[in-house]
């Protein structure tokens, strides 16, 4: 993976023959994006609808309207979580266009938007317990699958994601809007990911970049940006749980978090995560570029989104079929 981390050339890692694009990440070193680009043109995509399963305990859903944020225990299988470990392998050998490396020894990378590419992120999207579960958290009666994201940090990564939130950084805004963290290995408490609860009930803060943990210049001030969290920790109430795979975090597009190096822990870390759109869910037009692009999505600001590219995953039982349109 080459990818710019210090405003220097693109740097070159042998050992890891994952192959990032300079310049086309907006959370990596750079806002713009490069010429070259995969086929971005709408496609039909199979849709294969999640299971419904029992409504998740109520007061698990209280917790997560009232902090932004829960952990959920033993939502994904074995067999799946063994299909998105070689997945994020063959991801690595075999990168997308948006594919990033936030280090020069290139221990902190992801990648996004290969869910069409990579079966096992298809399965985790259509086919997991997933869709179910975030709609009912997010009390939606349909659920449309954004995208998958990818992240890596190796071992004795010494890299820390900065305090930032995600909906600033899509073309989406709305409140039935989420995110959700999987891990594929065990995280303990000195390497999990931190959230500041009720964060989600304030204000869209100016994105950050990763690499350099600066906000986007491009955005100007149309957003406040990222108060100081670990200057005074004690004045925000900070959630984090240790996980196992299999376990999975779902948080709202607006809650802030980071996660912390990797250096004090002989494990690494990867993770699967994915971004969930509700009932009103509709398309942003940013100041800036958005991570990812998603150029090929041209609709007005406020209209709905749907398009073929985000599937109906879920539909809550009763709801009317108004509610999930076809994307055959």
Not at 38 to 55: F, K, N
Request: proline share 11%.
């Amino acid at each position: 993976m080459g990818r710019r981390v210090d405003g220097g050339d693109p740097r070159r890692t042998p050992h890891r023959p994952v192959r990032a694009h300079p310049g086309r990440h907006p959370r990596g070193g750079r806002e713009a994006h490069g010429d070259r680009r995969r086929d971005l043109r709408p496609r039909a995509v199979h849709r294969t609808r999640a299971t419904v399963t029992a409504g998740p305990d109520p007061a698990l859903v209280e917790a997560y309207r009232r902090d932004g944020v829960v952990v959920v225990r033993g939502v994904l299988e074995v067999e799946l979580l063994d299909e998105l470990a070689a997945a994020v392998e063959a991801n690595r050998l075999d990168p997308g266009p948006d594919a990033c490396v936030y280090d020069p020894d290139a221990t902190f990378w992801d990648d996004y938007c290969n869910w069409e590419r990579f079966d096992a992120y298809r399965r985790l999207a259509l086919e997991s317990p997933l869709p179910a579960l975030v709609g009912q958290l997010m009390g939606s009666t349909t659920v449309r699958f954004f995208h998958e994201h990818v992240l890596v940090k190796e071992a004795g990564s010494a890299a820390r994601t900065p305090w930032h939130h995600d909906q600033p950084y899509y073309c989406v805004d709305g409140d039935q809007l989420c995110s959700v963290w999987a891990p594929l290995d065990p995280v303990g408490p000195e390497a999990a990911l931190e959230f500041v609860a009720g964060s989600h009930t304030g204000p869209l803060r100016l994105p950050r970049r990763f690499v350099d943990h600066a906000d986007y210049d491009s955005y100007g001030d149309a957003f406040p940006p990222v108060p100081d969290i670990d200057a005074d920790r004690d004045r925000h109430r900070i959630l984090s749980w240790a996980t196992e795979p299999g376990d999975v975090l779902v948080f709202h597009m607006r809650t802030l978090h980071s996660t912390p190096p990797a250096a004090t822990t002989a494990r690494r870390r990867r993770a699967v995560a994915t971004r969930w759109l509700g009932d009103d869910a509709v398309f942003a037009r940013r100041p800036g570029p958005t991570s990812p692009p998603m150029t090929w999505l041209t609709l007005e600001p406020g209209a709905p989104l749907v398009h073929p590219r985000l599937p109906a995953a879920w539909r809550a039982p009763g709801a009317d079929d108004a509610g999930v349109t076809s994307v055959a």
